[in-house]
């Protein structure tokens, strides 16, 4: 079975792009909407339910061998602990990375303090830009929990796969040594 995870920093635009890169069909479970949905609600423990639900959902989907994707921000070691803990269920689990990144940590910040303005969770700048800079050092200690990475670069305009033919590669990737995964 395939695990899609689709990562990057808050503000990257996970929720918003992640589900044109994996396959159609394919169910996201996005802590982030669930606790959105449960604050609309008017629930005060809104987090606390987003994180049941989503676990409850994670469970449901490993116990039926039915594949599915996960929102993850991949910016603190407890990310990686929580996905080690699903990929590791079954050891015959694939886990697929869709990695969103941009050389622009302002983009995260400024997506980040609008979607808080528009309703949605807020995450601190400081937090922000610590997952930011947090994203390769951790990739790094843990690519071998991965099958397949495909990157993700992500500008004002439009979120695009990288792939070795593009006329000018993202500096993340070069300044990270990611050419191993175009």
Known sequence: MIIYVIAGPPGIGKSTSGSSFIP???????QDLAGYQYKKQGFADYQDLASLRSNAQVRDFLFAQQPFALELNLGFESHYSYLKSIAYFNPANQ???FLFYTDHVALCLDRASLRYINGGHEVKPEVVQEMYANTFPLFEK?????QAVRLVDVNEDSPIECHRRMEQLPDWITRNNLLEYL
């Open 142 to 146: 843990h690519k071998q929990l991965f």
């Open 95 to 97: 886990v697929h990375l």
């Open 24 to 30: 159609l069909g394919t169910p996201i479970i996005d």
